[in-house]
Every structure is written in structure tokens, then in C-alpha cells.
């Protein structure tokens, strides 16, 4: 069984920082991709950053040069560090991991807002 859990979210001011953590836990817990995705309220849910274990990275356009995702594979656990916030990056964040041949892991999810 694995369980993704995120931590880290919050209500900051525009400009502000926030780092998400996304810990995986399960004896036999591999994966090919973990990522962010996020979901604001009425769109659908996005990609967000991406990374693998040899630490190849992908960002949405959005967050490029603001975002950085980065991994511990001793501790299994996926980082996003989120700078210069913007109201429009306020949503649910989720952290995924793609580990053929089973079905994706979902974490529970946190809320970021960035407001004023």
C-alpha cells in the first residue's frame, strides 16, 4: 500500500514563498514520475512540475523561473518551492506518482492562497 501525504500549504501574501513537501511511505514504493498538479476552484486540475528519480525536471509555463521541484530519494520525498506567489496560483495542490503498472498515487491534497 502506498500513501502519498503533502504538507505545507497556506494563506500568504502575493510576492510571498511556500515550500510543499509530499512524502511517500510503503516498503516497495517506486515510481517513474512524481508530480505537482493542482486544481483551482471551477478549472480543471493541471500539471504543475514534474520530476524522476534521476531528477529530470518539466514545468508548466506558468510557473517557470518561480517554481522549483526537487527530490530526496533516501527519504522519498518530493519538494515544491514556490516563489513570487500570485493570486492565480491559489488552488489544491496534489502530489502524484506514476508507477507502471499500478494505478497512480494521489496525495489528499493542500490548499494554497495567495491573497491580499
Known amino acids: 500500500q502506498v500513501q502519498l501525504v503533502e504538507s505545507g500549504g497556506g494563506l500568504v501574501q502575493p510576492g510571498e514563498s511556500l515550500r510543499l513537501s509530499c512524502a511517500a511511505s510503503g516498503s516497495s514504493f517506486s515510481f517513474v514520475v512524481m508530480g505537482w498538479y493542482r486544481q483551482a476552484p471551477g478549472k480543471q486540475r493541471e500539471l504543475v512540475a514534474a520530476?524522476?528519480?534521476?531528477?529530470?525536471?518539466n514545468y508548466a509555463d506558468s510557473v517557470k523561473g518561480r517554481f522549483t521541484i526537487s527530490i530526496d530519494n533516501a527519504k522519498k520525498t518530493v519538494y515544491l518551492q514556490m516563489n513570487s506567489l500570485k493570486p492565480e496560483d491559489t488552488a489544491v495542490y496534489y502530489c502524484?506518482?506514476?508507477?507502471?503498472?499500478?494505478?497512480?498515487?494521489w496525495g489528499q491534497g493542500t490548499l494554497v492562497n495567495v491573497s491580499s
Open positions: 502524484n506518482a506514476k508507477r507502471p503498472p499500478f494505478a497512480d498515487a
Open positions: 520530476i524522476t528519480p534521476g531528477g529530470s525536471t
